[in-house]
């Protein structure tokens, strides 16, 4: 069975500049949810869609958004890029809203300069 | 405001060498709590869920508790394949809240 996946795996990007990233959930899993990480802040919830509605949102400005397909994938965007967006952006899967066991994919490394 | 601290930061064991790793936390309505793995580049990997005072849950080396407050991950015999940063999460309503981690170094 596969994993979740997420694409790209690294990226580069200026400051101003804005930015997609793309998440594939385990088959069967209708839940999404985006985290970011770094090194000060440690793992910090961005959203959670179930069905393709957003059902949770983290402390996080209007810059960053998402969305879900019918088919469970998702995407997430991020606008007018800062310095301290460059972080790990994972993407967690569960069957059902709520986190129950969510299964994490690898990860977008994103660095703004 | 729910909070989770973990402890040590980071722990280095010889190979073989006991030891536990600590979770606390302050939340209202814990629904679960959460043990991941997660090695350098790689996203966290699901070790354990824990929902109630008590509860104990084992995978090979590993071996986790929890109390009304706080959660214990103990390492049995490690070996150096199991150096990783180990993350707790708790659950309250639908959400998942993490540690900053213990980074876990075993030398052979």
């Known amino acids: 069975k596969a994993g979740v996946t997420q694409t790209p795996r690294y990226l580069i990007k200026t400051r101003g500049q804005q930015v997609t990233l793309s998440c594939s959930p385990i088959s069967g899993h209708r839940s999404v949810s985006w985290y970011q990480q770094t090194p000060g802040q440690g793992l910090q919830f961005l959203f959670e869609?179930?069905?393709?509605?957003?059902?949770n949102k983290g402390n996080f400005p209007g810059r960053f958004s998402g969305r879900q397909f019918s088919n469970s994938r998702s995407e997430m965007n991020v606008s007018t890029l800062e310095l301290g967006d460059s972080a790990l952006y994972l993407c967690?899967?569960?069957?059902?809203?709520?986190?129950?066991?969510?299964?994490f994919g690898p990860g977008t490394r994103l660095t703004v300069l | 405001e729910d909070q989770v601290t973990q402890s040590p930061e980071a722990l280095r064991l010889q190979e073989g060498e006991s030891s536990s790793l600590n979770c606390s936390y302050t939340v209202s309505g814990l629904r679960g709590l959460f043990w991941y793995r997660q090695d350098p580049g790689k996203g966290p990997e699901f070790l354990f869920t824990l929902y109630s005072a008590g509860e104990e849950k084992e995978k090979e080396r590993l071996k986790a508790t929890l109390t009304k407050k706080e959660s214990f991950l103990h390492i049995t015999a490690p070996k150096p394949e199991d150096s990783a940063t180990y993350l707790c999460a708790v659950q309250v309503y639908s959400t998942l809240t993490f540690g900053k981690g213990t980074m876990l170094l075993v030398s052979p």
């Open positions: 869609y179930f069905s393709e509605t957003q059902r």
């Open positions: 967690a899967s569960s069957l059902g809203t709520g986190a129950n066991e969510q299964f």
